[in-house]
């Protein structure tokens, strides 16, 4: 930002609540922020407000719902194990990605928030495993050899994302235990894995769709960029859960992404809106249309 050649916008991940200096940086140069997938900590929003309230070079942010999909991660490990336990006390681990970052941050509250829904549930255990496959397989490992030891139980692991489900499914399959059977695995992040492992029933979802927040960020710059009074703005956008019932219809996609089938600009302001409509799951209706289209099914659009 202090070169000649100063971008004119500068996107922002908040990761360990490293964007205070940079906004404050952002205002002496003329530099557009937008931030997303992690907005700001509490404890900084004092300090810096809100989109163009105090620094005048932050224009936007785009920010998933991460506290509703750990919610609903939770929500649906208890529903799908209380289709075999009804009514008794059921036992789980916790793998979190950190307790820093403000996206890990909502997703843990999220995963408390929903687990708190029914008393009967006992989450034993909650694990730091810094969002990698072999911590959260090591540690999965460990929690087990204790739960054996205890002569407990484990019916469910809750997994921040998609690399730590993997390492607890890996735990589980070598203390000779069947994933999606013994015990329920929820992940997050849509990854390839994610549904290769949703689809073949070791995982029960992947919650997910956040990392289009890049693609929307970009909307949202090139939108500054055309509409001359500007409102800064926090976009919340959901996130939405691939599982068994919808994995043939939209792994395809995230298996093997085509993205050039999907319109982004589609989703840019139109003068009749206040606000954006940003949903991961209409991305992927495009894709499916695009493929309806393809394969002679759905009249062909113009091209533009």
Do not use: C
Request: charged share 20%; aromatic share 6%.
């Amino acid at each position: 930002m202090e070169s000649p050649s100063a971008p004119d916008y500068l996107l922002l991940v908040n990761e360990e609540q490293a964007a205070s200096e940079l906004l404050t940086i952002a205002d002496g140069h003329d530099t557009h922020v937008v931030m997303l997938l992690n907005g700001l900590s509490r404890e900084q929003a004092l300090i810096h407000g809100t989109p163009g309230s105090l620094h005048p070079s932050w224009i936007g942010s785009v920010i998933p719902d991460n506290h509703t999909a750990g919610k609903r991660m939770a929500a649906q490990l208890i529903k799908v194990a209380r289709e075999g336990s009804p009514t008794e006390q059921l036992h789980g681990l916790a793998l979190i990605g950190d307790t820093r970052t403000p996206a890990s941050i909502a997703r843990n509250t999220g995963m408390l928030a929903g687990f708190s829904q029914d008393q009967n549930v006992h989450i034993d255990r909650i694990l730091e495993a810094r969002w990698n496959t072999r911590d959260a397989e090591h540690l999965t490992a460990q929690y087990l050899k204790w739960v054996s030891r205890s002569s407990g139980q484990n019916d469910l692991i809750w997994a921040a994302n998609d690399a730590m489900a993997e390492g607890a499914i890996l735990a589980l399959e070598s203390a000779s235990l069947t994933p999606g059977v013994d015990v329920l695995v929820a992940g997050l992040n849509w990854s390839p894995e994610g549904i290769s492992m949703v689809k073949d029933q070791r995982m029960l979802l992947t919650d997910g769709g956040h990392f289009m927040a890049g693609a929307w960020a970009m909307v949202m710059a090139r939108d500054h960029a055309d509409i001359e009074e500007w409102t800064p703005r926090t976009v919340n956008f959901p996130m939405s859960a691939i599982t068994h019932g919808n994995v043939a219809r939209y792994g395809p996609f995230l298996e093997n992404p085509d993205w050039e089938a999907a319109d982004f600009a589609a989703f840019g302001l139109q003068p009749s809106q206040d606000d954006y409509g940003f949903d991961p799951m209409k991305v992927l209706a495009q894709m499916l249309d695009h493929q309806a289209a393809a394969s002679g099914l759905l009249p062909q659009a113009p091209a533009v």
